[in-house]
């Protein structure tokens, strides 16, 4: 009888505070009770990252276009690397695309706990607030660079080139949310590592860089040596990259095996990113 | 009804002093690495201990447990470092306590979250919006409460213009205003954060006392024993993380005053922050007589220098030095000063580096008496980088011009000698006006 009077006593507290030592589940409810100012920030980050430039949103479009481009003119034209029977331009805007995206997650969910440090020294509010709403303003960039792609891709097949968008199109969301949990997870990993050791961001950009080269962006997998095909099998995104590419431009189908050990591999990695980050966010501020 | 609306039971703070981390990964690595073939770690300096376990470690927050009914007003009284802060962050749910917990009913705010997420590049009104629903607040909540709160802020014409275009006092009374529109169950108000800043000082303690009037529950942190008289029935006296004491104002406040004005000092030193992270800091703050020399007390008939010594540790832009000379007794100021009042030059970009600053203060303006030193650096109104206070010193008049005259101490604050001129009138009738009545 006794027990169940506290329980009903704690139910009427609108807030619990508990020791460090007393959580683990990430403040997913947190969240969506907050959702009014996820949506804010998500506004305020489209918005302010364009204003006072002179192209405005059209940055968002330019930069996957000039990487492509670049990639088309030395790995296409100089390096004359084969891509599955694809036009050069298709094949390279297909895994630029994907793999910004991906970039864009973990290189704006690295850095929560620092760059917001003055917020949470001084307010409260559910921490996963922050990276969610990175993560859907970048899948509104992301947004507005596919549907420069659909149109891109609609004119070469208009022009008679070999491209069989496939039936699996429509799971395309699906693709999409894999990619979001690998790079979320590895943002909010380096995220609380970051808050102990800051040689981490310095390192980000490289092994960003060395990430996308093991993933079949600049080469299709089929010209991958044997002795190193493990390598690129291991990393989650390779099959992310060549299933996005499978779906939207019928080239290069990738084996079920590898959908799956990818989709296992992201999820494992989100969920080691949320436990570190709902641990440090509560004690991170005693040590920063 | 008698439910409690803020319940902490058994909090305790731990920090752990000395070096946190090793900064960088190679430190951990070579340590790692050196453990793993059991050597003594390289990257410890000697005299440290080897596990970061038995770290010496430091209680901010010791046991501490009470219960705030709804509608009462506390102060939270003690001296620096006594936890008061401390207790703050993890009612507002900035910091974790490592043991204990605290439950409360409704919604916490303090005013310290003034401005918290504005964006430079923002209009005033996307702020607002912003700003709003990081402090808690719902879209509609916001929506319906956005007239009153542009009509308080007095920007209605710019609030379509960002928010970095706006005069510093444009943009705190914006900020100020949404925090007060947000109507909370729980108020926080830390008077120590807002020093310097009169104005909002002065709204902070408004708005303190329209909250209550309206049945909430505030929890009001402050050196001012006056204002926690006045404001508070109930007053919590924090020492060293402990609850020392607990009950009615008046008599915690003496409590906390008896504690005080015995030491009185000339010279202090304070430990550089250990984060590296503070843009400015005072290092020492100190009391000379007019020849250079420090005492217990200080002469009614002799000038006084104060003066304190503060690091840069990079280029800053528009740093002020302020300064207030509290009496001990109420705590009211009597004298408030900053470097930049009188010589604006100093708003210029000071370079990084030791400085040192201070004042003479004439003899014979501070009555004898115990006297209470306050000094801060800021920038602007909002960023407020270090602030030390509690300062005590001692005044005495041993040459006796007070004495001389007949009294103990003269019935005043100031001891201040205004020179009077005397004549003699040429006639009796001083006063023709008042003949004609």
Redesign the interface.
Known sequence: MQSVNTKEA?N??????????SRYLPDVRGVWR?R??V???V??DS??SY??TLLGPLWFVIQPLMTTIVFTIVFGRIASLPTDGLSPFLFYFGGVLCWQYFAANVNRTSDTLSANAS???????PRLVTPVSTVISNLIVFGIQFAVFVVVVCVFMFRGAPVRPSIFVILLPVLLLQVSACGIGVGLTISTLTT?????NFMLGYALQLWMYTTPIVYPLSQVPEKWLWLIYLNPMTAAVQTFRYLLLGSGAPSISMIVYSAVVSTLVLGLGLALFTRVE??F???? | MSRVIISAESLTKT?RLGV???????G?IRSWWARKRGLPDPTLKIGNSPSPRSRPTFNALEDITFDVKPGETVGFIGKNGAGKSTLL????????????????????SSL??VG??F?P??TGR?NV??NG???????DEIRRKFDEIVAFAEIAEFIDT?VKRYSSGMYIRLAFAVAAHLEPEILIVDEVLAVGDYEFQRKCLGKMKDVRTEGRTVLFVSHNMTAVNNLCVRSILLEKGKIVADGLSADVTRTYLGMSSTRTQSHWQFADPS?G?KRAYIREAFILDADNGSREAYELTQDLQIGLRYRLPEPIRGLTVGLQILSEENNETLISLTDSELDQSRLETREAGDYVAHIRVPARILNTGTYSLRVGLSRGRQEVFHVVEGLNFRIIDSVGIVMFIGFERKGSLLSLQLPWKVEKEPRLTAYPDAEAV
Do not use: C
């Open positions: 704690d009427d507290w609108t807030t619990v505070i508990d020791s460090i030592e907050y009014d100012l949506a804010l920030l506004r305020r918005v302010a204003k006072q917020i949470y020294s001084k307010v409260y509010f102990r050791y800051r040689d981490l509560r004690t501020m005693d040590t920063i | 920090y946190i981390n090793h900064d960088t990964l190679r951990e962050k993890i009612l507002s749910r900035v910091a974790a306590p490592n043991k204990g917990r605290v439950r409360i009913r409704g919604r916490v310290l979250e918290t997420g964006h590049e923002l996307e919006y912003l629903a990081i402090l808690g607040m719902t879209k960002p984060d992270r």
